[in-house]
């Protein structure tokens, strides 16, 4: 009886009706509060004090929506790519005969593996066709157990787990090593065997992984706890960082540092009123080895894909040689083509007025030459012919007449000359018929791929 006396007094509740004025005044009130909280949040970010303690608060709020939003992507899988492409294509498709193309080398496939469930590296000869050994990210969570890194960056326990690992740019030394990051962790090794060992552990590193001539690394990495702040607005802060062969940091620079001491401070601070977070997005450092007609051996390239700008960076002078924004657009994989040249990979991804990036037309590779001042795009029929659309990411090589290219958003890898004729093509498809992430694959040497392959003969992993 008790029970339905309850449901009976409920239902009465629920059901009451409320006065037009009163319910009016709930509006207003809910329309002013509203109106109260975006100025507060607003005058929080653009770096007002008088909200003194309330101001933390204020930012917890305001952020909450994307604390959601990151919370609902952990549960989808965010290996699949966007789309679902290239209906019927699968691996790899080689338009010539096996053997036929000496002048090739190797290619190192960094991908997501949709049936193992987990990231894998693969060398492929392609002349001959064949595929001459994988390396398995296991043991992923086991070592980062292992980690001593606290960063307030980003969780790479939950972000870079073994079965959400990409193996970014992996780099393929000659013994057969494997060194790489997850686009936010720290650097792991992995021997021919697969074994995986922390190689450093100072900071969350992302993007490029390139060697110098000397053999270190050089990587881009976030400044840990030492992010920039101009009136409590809270800046994204890239860093260039060089590592040695013992997995010891040689040098690291904030990029913002960078532009700072050199002039440039507003690319960074010259937005009005407000200020974006992520102003610098450092995506590729491309070390130079040997000297140019306008560069020098140890002088570095710099992508800055938010400030759609190139940037050639001197680290033993901390000055910029050169800089230039545009005509590429949210660019990514800068490349020296030879001593007054270089390639860059546009995404030619254009801001949509709201949240994220749309691609016109198609992607593409520019070459800008030091010596005429001038930008040309020879591949661009063929980009458009292949419909090359990768939104963010994606990497670009010239290889003689052809160029290399990775769809890394939509799991393509593909190498073609300028009218859009393919040599060959790599359609990441798990059985089950979804396309997963590429993780930027990169060309590899056939003098590189030959010394591996010894290594691998004299290696037993029993």
Not at 38 to 46: D, G, Q, S
Request: proline fraction near 3%.
């Amino acid at each position: 009886m008790k029970m339905c006396s309850y449901s009976s007094k409920l239902e009465t509740l629920l059901y009451k009706k409320i006065p037009l004025w009163f319910f009016l005044l709930i509006i207003i009130f809910g329309a002013v509060f509203t109106l109260l909280l975006a100025a507060a949040v607003r005058h929080y970010y653009l770096g007002g004090h008088q909200l003194k303690g309330l101001g933390p608060v204020v930012g917890s709020v305001a952020e909450f929506p994307s604390v959601v939003k990151k919370v609902l992507e952990l549960q989808g899988d965010p290996t699949y790519t966007p789309e679902q492409r290239f209906a019927g294509q699968s691996g790899f498709s080689f338009n010539y005969t096996p053997g036929s193309r000496p002048d090739l080398g190797y290619v190192l496939v960094n991908r997501y593996d949709g049936d193992l469930n987990r990231s894998v590296s693969e060398l492929w000869d392609l002349n001959t066709h064949e595929k001459i050994h994988q390396w398995k990210f296991t043991g992923v969570d086991a070592i980062w157990s292992d980690s001593k890194l606290k960063s307030n960056l980003g969780d790479f326990l939950i972000n870079s787990s073994e079965k959400r690992f990409a193996n970014q740019h992996a780099y393929l030394s000659e013994d057969g090593n494997i060194y790489t990051h997850s686009a936010g962790s720290p650097i792991v090794r992995l021997d021919t065997c697969s074994r995986i060992s922390l190689f450093q552990d100072d900071a969350i590193y992302h993007h490029s992984l390139e060697r110098d001539h000397s053999g270190n690394f050089w990587s881009p990495s976030k400044i840990e706890n030492k992010t920039s702040t101009v009136d409590n607005k809270k800046i994204q802060n890239d860093g260039i960082t060089l590592i040695s062969l013992k997995g010891e940091v040689i040098y690291e620079k904030s990029v913002i540092k960078i532009l700072e001491d050199n002039g440039l401070s507003y690319l960074v601070y010259g937005k009005s009123e407000s200020v974006e977070l992520d102003p610098i997005h450092l995506n590729d450092i491309q070390p130079v080895l040997i000297d140019g007609k306008f560069w020098k051996k140890g002088d570095v390239f710099l992508s800055l894909r938010n400030q759609s700008m190139l940037i050639l960076y001197r680290p033993s002078t901390n000055k910029i040689i050169w800089h230039k924004q545009g005509p590429w657009i949210h660019q990514h994989d800068v490349s020296i083509v030879n001593d007054h040249q270089i390639s860059i990979f546009n995404n030619n991804a254009f801001t949509t007025g709201m949240i994220g990036l749309t691609v016109r037309r198609s992607n593409n590779i520019f070459v800008y030459d030091f010596l005429k001042d001038e930008v040309t795009t020879p591949w661009q029929p063929g980009f458009e012919k292949l419909e090359l659309r990768t939104i963010t990411e994606g990497r670009g090589k010239i290889i003689g007449q052809e160029i290399f290219v990775e769809e890394s958003n939509y799991g393509r890898l593909i190498q073609f000359l300028p009218d859009g004729s393919v040599s060959w093509q790599f359609i990441n498809r798990a059985s089950n018929g979804k396309t997963h992430f590429l993780n930027w694959s990169r060309i590899v040497s056939r003098e590189l791929g030959d010394k591996v392959r010894i290594s691998l003969t004299q290696k037993n992993c029993s």
